[in-house]
């Protein structure tokens, strides 16, 4: 059994990787979260499904120049797009100096250039708003997930304050199903009921095709390991 999960997961993850659409940052640009979900790099592509996606990015860039020139970073913002092509790439706002950075984000929507294949890609934008005191954007994954609360957007049929529990879920799940395959359940197959063991492959796929991509790769390593 444990062999025939592995297959059809790694069938599911094909399918959803034939479907994806390419999320790139540029230069300057730092990719936190995508979907809710914490970004499986910050600096270089990501794979998404296409459909309406919510990124939340910041400008890290370094502006002026010699003795003057110093690293600019903005604050979080959260950007929501529609993905309908192969692939999105984001930009910072124009900012060649320090001076033209605070400008730019001092706009209550600065002007990010995102591009789909090449063309420019309307999106809508939000500054995150962070909490009082020095540390404003610690644990932005909550911030983010009571952003999304408030404003009733879910990821998947789950709502934002859900998602972060789906790996532990399939981590679960998957005990179980592993443990229906060890030798003392092949020695008692009476035991184990064809309906229940059904349920528990249905739950599994079910449980995994609402994971991130970065939850199937930790998952399907794990499955393989209990080899």
Same mark, same amino acid.
């Given at each position: ?27 300057? $640009? &730092?990719?936190?979260?995508? +979907?809710?979900?914490?970004? /499986? &790099?910050?600096?270089?592509? +990501?794979?998404? /499904? ?31 797009? +529609? ?20 400008? !730019? ?7 990010? @250039? ?12 939000? %500054?995150?708003?962070? @909490? ?5 954007? &610690? ?6 997930? =009571? ?14 304050? /859900? ?13 179980? !199903? ?12 009476? !035991? $184990?009921?064809? =309906?229940? @063991?059904?349920? +528990? ?14 939850? @199937? %790769? ?6 393989? =390991?209990?080899?």
């Amino acid at each position: 059994m444990k062999k025939s999960v592995i297959t059809i997961l790694l069938a599911a993850s094909s399918a959803f990787a034939a479907s994806a659409a390419t999320l790139t940052p540029m230069n300057g $640009v &730092s990719l936190l979260y995508v +979907n809710g979900q914490e970004s /499986e &790099s910050k600096i270089r592509s +990501n794979d998404v /499904e296409s459909g309406t996606t919510q990124v939340v990015v910041r400008m890290d860039k370094k502006v002026g120049r010699g003795s003057s020139q110093s690293v600019y970073t903005s604050a979080p913002y959260v950007i929501t797009f +529609n993905i309908t092509g192969d692939e999105v790439k984001i930009n910072h706002p124009v900012a060649r100096s320090k001076q033209e950075a605070s400008a !730019a984000f001092r706009l209550p929507e600065p002007e990010w @250039r995102i591009t789909q294949d090449g063309n420019s890609l309307p999106y809508t934008t939000e %500054k995150l708003k962070g @909490r009082e005191g020095v540390l404003p954007y &610690s644990g932005m994954n909550e911030l983010i997930a =009571d952003y999304n609360e408030q404003r009733g957007i879910t990821f998947g049929g789950e709502s934002a304050s /859900e998602v972060a529990s789906v790996t532990a879920t399939v981590a679960a799940t998957a005990t179980t !199903a592993v443990a229906a395959s060890t030798p003392k359940a092949v020695e008692k197959p009476q !035991a $184990v009921k064809g =309906d229940a @063991r059904s349920s +528990n492959m249905e739950q599994l796929q079910a449980l995994y095709l609402k994971a991130s991509k970065t939850e @199937r %790769k930790e998952f399907r390593k794990w499955m393989i =390991d209990q080899e």
